[in-house]
């Protein structure tokens, strides 16, 4: 029997958010449920899915709360011992869950990510070396910036107790917070196979809407150090604040 419980968060998605379900549907080892969290939209997931209804639970938030919430809810509510998260935009291709499993049971890891393929607006589009992805204990080559995609992310659930939930305040950068956390206390699985497509489909993502995001990484990092800095060797707290200095050189005045 399955034990994985594959979530989805959703804000006023149409014909992407039956892509990836479908993707779910389609996928080598079923998972034992597909949670849609409906983040408050005034395009009906119930909808969109309604020929899919059998197959996915619907809970829908009565207000937009942001995908850091809406993810929370997900988590809550899911009943499986291994969580995918998948954004709606995205895509598993058909046998991620199942590699992906194997791997992270055959190497004991409690979270691992996969590569991913990259699609923008109309077309496909080569990863940047600065985009580099890595395993094993990794907090010191993430500082930079966030290297684990969401969609590409399975974990064990009982792991949330040790790292916390995501970060609710957060609008964007909510995967770098997090993957600060898991880096902490936990080695990282990696497996180096394109297992996901991750999409860009509209030109105003919320991501690129914001145009100081390295302020957001910015306090993220400094609030991370001031909360853990007991929990930290020696090696990692002089890159972190080696980080800090850096991130305070290429951001503002106004945003430090």
């Known amino acids: 029997m399955s034990d994985i419980s594959v979530i ?3 804000y006023n998605r ?5 892509d990836a379900v479908e993707s779910v549907l389609l996928q ?3 998972p034992s449920e597909i949670i849609i969290i409906d983040d408050g939209s005034f395009i009906s997931a119930k909808d969109i899915l309604k020929n899919y209804l059998s197959h996915v639970k619907i809970i829908s938030h009565k207000s937009n ?3 850091s919430a809406a993810r929370n809810t997900g988590v809550i509510n899911s009943s499986s011992k291994y969580i995918a998260f998948l954004d709606s935009d995205d895509i598993f291709l058909p046998n991620k869950l199942e590699m992906q499993l194997k791997f992270m049971k055959d190497n004991s890891y409690k979270i691992s990510h996969t590569n991913e393929f990259w699609y923008r607006i109309d077309k496909w589009v080569n990863q940047v070396k600065s985009s580099q992805r890595y395993g094993g ?3 010191e080559k993430i500082l930079d910036k966030c290297r684990i995609s969401p969609s590409s992310l399975m974990v064990e659930k009982d792991i949330f ?3 916390g939930l995501f970060d609710t305040s957060l609008k964007v950068c909510e995967d770098y917070d997090i993957s600060l956390r898991f880096a902490l206390f936990y080695n990282i699985g990696y497996l180096d196979k ?4 991750k999409r860009a489909v509209e030109e105003n993502s919320l991501s690129a809407s914001i145009n100081h995001i390295e302020h957001i990484r910015y306090n993220i990092l400094k609030n991370f150090y001031e909360k853990y800095k007991d929990k930290l060797n020696k090696d990692e707290s002089n890159a972190i604040l080696k980080e800090i200095d850096r991130k305070t050189s290429i951001i503002k005045p106004e945003y430090r």
Request: charged share 30%; no cysteine.
């Open 137 to 139: 204990k990794i907090l």
């Open 8 to 10: 989805i968060p959703v």
């Open 194 to 197: 394109k297992l996901i497509i």
């Open 161 to 163: 107790e040790k790292t």
């Open 14 to 18: 149409d014909s992407s958010l039956k």
């Open 65 to 67: 709360m942001g995908v």
């Open 28 to 30: 080598t080892y079923k």
